[in-house]
């Protein structure tokens, strides 16, 4: 037994070879070798990390039904393991009750390009870009919490035996900053995060500024007591923020699998108003500002510009090519290898439907507008436990931060909002869209002003607010360092 | 693929150049299994092996770290030594690290069936049947049981003499059942059972039951009224006890977080929580009641043996977690706390199993309940998310029930539980320390893009004023 190492390109024919071997029907292969490099950098105590994920997984549809096995291990032995397990892992499924193959290859004729200057990008080069995003970090009269860049690139090869052999570069690099304001009696922070495939469109020294920007517009926050049903405008970073909004609820709901299994309110609700007539959501997987953008999905089908809601109705559902056979129909490319526990690493993810970058159609309405269409309401800028909510019915039960809105006018800034409510309720209600998009992770959403909304928010104890005054004043006068912060 | 001792001598050799006062490596090899089914059909069968090789070095005072594939070794080594380039230019102080025991182990975490011992055919089985199990009313729409084992092989090494292997197993189990009821709304609910250990995690209770835990929860939901929004006072049982001890207090007290910010900073030696409660951590608690955490671990991946932390007692922050680093800087002793997702991530300051306990003279579940008189209990987490810098938390409920007179009477819809992590802490009434199941509490830890297994059960305890829906 050979146990050299093997390239993937070499790991991959011997795989595809040796299933054929071992009689699987159809067998794809596929392979990945991307470079990351990642700096955090927290009150000056930085770490890096410096590697490179490399490995290969195999998918067989042996007795109409599918196997799939992974190694990072590219020997002979270790390839010739992986498809006997995904052989085994399909015999034990029994057949499927549709007949099951691979895609056939579709040349693609996306236009999405690579910026191959991505891959000249070094170690020092990352400390030049984390350099510009602190300055106006370090300069601004906030705390400075911390920053970080990350980088990734490199080849994903699939290939399989209805002839598809699709091979093409992958990569992005973002970062952000988040700070925190000791203005008023409750600390208060936030930060930037943002990403992009294209070297030269990240301006780091902005980003940093907007960093700062971001946290200024909600220093000196206000607990209050409220209780009713109130519009509310959400900003992009509650929709979609890195660390996730109200649209990755709507997205959970428009995955094709939901809809076989018919798990999701929207199911057989195709054609049907689901949202106001000026809403339309896309999931694109060719975006040129779309972290993920690429020629082909994850599993070589040209990826898809894909209307899920258009102008209110319901168009379409995200599908890979195993549900869309299931459904009886044609897969729209949205197959990915990202997230479950193999995370951004697409080897140890057995392939299932993902979105690329989630975009919602400019309205008409600026920011201010809707501010000052706005009687008495909130504005919330972030939310927490949005991940919590039912999946199936898209109800949500979620704590945010933002702005006190009356009269037309932003009046202060708030936290613990409890928020609730339910996506398809939500959709409905959405009276003003905003006109300017906001480039995020994987989302590029403009505001949106919802005509009511249940809040719950109470006010902090008079006794915790005696404490704080206790320490402001401490504080101010130079006496202590605030606890909540380092120098 | 197990790298022989000379070897790893060599990598650690190549790692020592002038200026490198320490180093390290974690060398992996980890099998996985998933299925997943869905109403009554298989979703997902894979499996997979993970090998490769970690190197951490510490060079005039800053952290490099690289990994890649362990036939690489040489070139990760250069990776990593090139990598503190760039942390040097940002340190504002040397890294230095707490002194640690050399130790020289070779551990395998207790199990009796390995996972590696049982056929595909066996465990997707297992799972049908779970699914199965699920199934069966009217009221139920859709249904999924999904299992994962890892079979995991650990060996660190440092250049201080320090080598150990761990082979830990985890094997897990999950159902969710989905309901729709005659107006249309839906509802999900969902059960796990997991340990650090072997199959026979299903001799002590069935895999199918999981999926009627499932099954009772969603039916039950669905039928049950909402609950007006507000504040209550509520107990809280071992799973909510645990998901607040994790994540609104443990992440506060995570030593390279408290260095940064955070409502703990600044508090050693200070009152923190109500008196008679205390919070901890402990990585080296095997199992409770014949029921084994899901968090346990033998070493962390600094090789610093775990123990039992209290972080606060009787009320007072006495602890940080610690990893060698953090122990330094807060003139403190490392606490075993120092875990790495992957060979390919940096090891960082985490939890195992967290908990709040009563200091002393626990109260009964009935006393809790007394004691509350009116308000609400609340009954299996369902995850959550914290602001550690604002202090602020939300938690998902499994159950929420209405406490009246010092009864337990209405079941309601569950919904969400937010509060402030101090102010909540200092409002704690009593704590029963009788933990429940901890395989039912179990969980994944989200931090700095790494999720580490850890437990989050504990015994009921009573709290005043926490902010439902």
Redesign the interface.
Known sequence: MNME?MTIHEAIKYGIKYAKKQKAKHVEGHGSSITS?G?????????????????C?FRVIYDN?I????????TQA?IE??IK??I???K???AD?VKLSFPESVPSTNKVEFDLSLLEVD??D??DY?DQLREPCEASSL?F??AQIMYSAGDMIIHNSSGLEVEQKIGFIGGGAFL?SLKGL????GGEFTGSRYLNKLDWSDLGHRCVSEVKKVEGPKTINY?GEVPVIFQPDALGGIFGGLLTVLNRMLRG?SLY???T?FADRIGEDVAAADFSFIDDGLHEDGLLSSKYDHEGVPTTTLPLIEKGVLKNFLLDNYYATKLETESNGKCSRYGG?G?F?PI?Q?P?IGTYTSVVAPGDSSYDEMVQETKEGFSINNL??V??S????GRF???G?GHFIKNGEIKYPV??I?I?GDIPSLLLKIDMIGKEQKIGFGTVVPPLRISSL?I?S?K??MK?KSMLIMLKLLTTLKLM?H????D | VIILNENIDKILELCMIDGVSYADLRIENSDYVTISVTNGEIKETSVGLESGLGVRVLKDGAWGFAYGSITDFEEIVKMALSSVSLTQRFKKEDVSMANAKVIEDKVEVPFKISPLDVSIEDKVQMVLDTDKAIQGDDLIKSTDASYRDVFKNIQFANNEGTRIEQVIPYVMLSANCTCKDAEGGTFQAGAKLGHTGGFELFDKEPAQSVGERAKEDALAGIKAPTIKGGKYNCVLDGAMNGLFAHEACGHSAEGDFVRTAGVLRGKLGKKVAASNVSLVDDGSIQEIDGNKFFGFLPYDDEGVKTYRTDIIDDGVLKSYLNDRATAHYWEAEPTGNARAMFFSNQPIVRMRNTWLEATNDPMSQEELIEAIGNGLLLKKSKGGQVDPIRGTFNFGTGEIWIIENGEVTDRKRPTTAAGNTIRTLKSIIGINNKFDNVTHAIGFCGKGGQAVPTSIGGGWMAVKNITIG
């Open positions: 190492q490099v700096l955090e950098v927290e009150k000056g105590r930085p770490s890096v990390s410096n590697g490179v994920n490399k490995g997984s039904n196997g799939f096995a992974f190694t990072t291990n590219l270790s393991q992986s397990s995904a085994g892992n399909a034990v499924r029994g009750s170690i020092s990352i400390g984390y705390n919490l911390g925190l409750i600390p208060s922070w209780s699998d299994q018919k798990s309110y526990m995370g690493n140890k057995s299932t927490m436990g991940h919590m039912d999946f199936a019915s039960s979620v704590t931060s936290q613990d409890a609730s249940s719950n109470q902090m104890s915790f360092k606890p909540i912060a380092a």
